[in-house]
């Protein structure tokens, strides 16, 4: 069984910083790409980041580049994202999810994704 866990959104002020974790599970290798996507009340979803599973594509969406960063464990079923200097418009559920193509600035293109964790900034 296929699963996605995030953990580590909570409560900030503008300008903080968080960092979220997600475990996957349920896969019988692990070559896939992980990233995250977010989405906001009364927003599309927006792609965040995402990274290859040999490390070797990230992406990030512009509204992002420079503040956050994304990362894979060496377990590789693992990832993180470091979020700092975070704005009012970062504030959104953010969930953790394994692509199913190579459109990484796709929010559509994840197959499976965990339950979402809160991030919200406060000015």
């Known amino acids: 069984q296929v699963q996605l866990v995030e953990s580590g959104g909570g409560l900030v002020q503008v300008g903080g910083s968080l960092r979220l974790s997600c475990t996957a599970s349920?896969?019988?290798?692990?070559?896939?790409?992980l990233g995250w996507f977010r989405q906001a009340p009364g927003k599309e979803r927006e792609a965040v980041s995402c990274i290859g599973h040999r490390d070797d594509i990230v992406y990030y969406a512009d509204s992002v580049k420079g503040r956050f960063t994304i990362s894979r464990g060496n377990a590789k079923n693992t990832v993180a994202l470091q979020m700092n200097s975070l704005r009012p418009e970062d504030t959104a559920v953010y969930y953790c999810g394994v692509l199913g193509t190579s459109e990484y600035d796709n929010p559509r293109a994840y197959d499976h994704w965990g339950q979402g964790t809160q991030v919200t900034v406060s000015s």
């Open positions: 349920g896969f019988t290798s692990d070559d896939y790409a």
